[in-house]
């Protein structure tokens, strides 16, 4: 079993820049891929960021350009750099780790889930 602990959330102003981290409890499994997943109140969970076992990643449109995913593998640890944030990223930010090699959006592909970060984002 795998354990997914994030931090890095918190209240910012529109136009601002938050770095989450992810980190995950030691593991067996050689390849696998990890993605960043969000809930607002009301709506369902949604794919943000993902990145494969070769460092291949994905982006949900509306956060191209402006979030960078990223893994440190010695570490045990995933990243997501969110710069130039807007009220409409407001959400509870999950980490999530699958036992397969697609830098995937798709919720149910992942195995283990982290409990999830706050990131607001109002003035």
């Known amino acids: 079993e795998v354990h997914l602990m994030e931090s890095g959330g918190g209240l910012v102003q529109p136009g601002g820049s938050l770095r989450l981290s992810c980190a995950a409890s030691?593991?067996?499994?050689?390849?696998?891929?990890m993605g960043w997943f969000r809930q607002a109140p009301g709506k369902e969970r949604e794919g943000v960021a993902a990145?494969?076992?070769?460092?291949?990643?994905r982006y949900t449109d509306s956060v191209k350009g402006r979030f960078t995913i990223s893994r440190d593998n010695a570490k045990n640890t995933l990243y997501l750099q969110m710069n130039n944030l807007k009220p409409e990223d407001t959400a509870m930010y999950y980490c999530?780790?699958?036992?397969?090699?697609?830098?995937?959006?798709?919720?149910?592909?992942?195995?283990?889930w982290g409990r999830g970060t706050q990131v607001t984002v109002s003035s």
């Open positions: 030691k593991f067996r499994y050689s390849r696998y891929s």
């Open positions: 990145i494969d076992n070769d460092g291949n990643t």
């Open positions: 999530a780790f699958g036992v397969h090699m697609l830098a995937t959006l798709t919720l149910n592909l992942y195995n283990y």
